[in-house]
């Protein structure tokens, strides 16, 4: 898995911004997963993670669930989040105004 381009960043941002949690409240990068991760399930939109890791690995939602093995998905959408640096991405989008 690649960082994202520019663009693709700032989708991904704009998709997960509502699950992304204050990261004053946040203790460490498990707890923030887990809460963005927690925060999707609790509102029902399932398909937002299944659209941001489709972006993140570079597919579609319907090959995703053609080739992906489940048990990988979780470690794909963690290292994802990783490689494109979501904490960071949410402290630049808050700077220039950008709240998803």
Known sequence: MKPLSTEKAL???I???PYIPNIDTTENGFDFVKSIIQGIVDSGHHKVYLDA????????VDELLENLNIS????????GLQINK??????FCEK????G
């Open 11 to 13: 989708r991904l941002y």
């Open 86 to 91: 979501i904490l960071d991405l949410q402290k």
């Open 72 to 79: 990988e998905a979780l470690d794909m959408f963690v290292e």
């Open 15 to 17: 998709m997960l911004a």
């Open 96 to 99: 220039v105004g950008l709240h």
């Open 53 to 60: 890791l489709a972006l993140m690995i570079g597919t579609n």
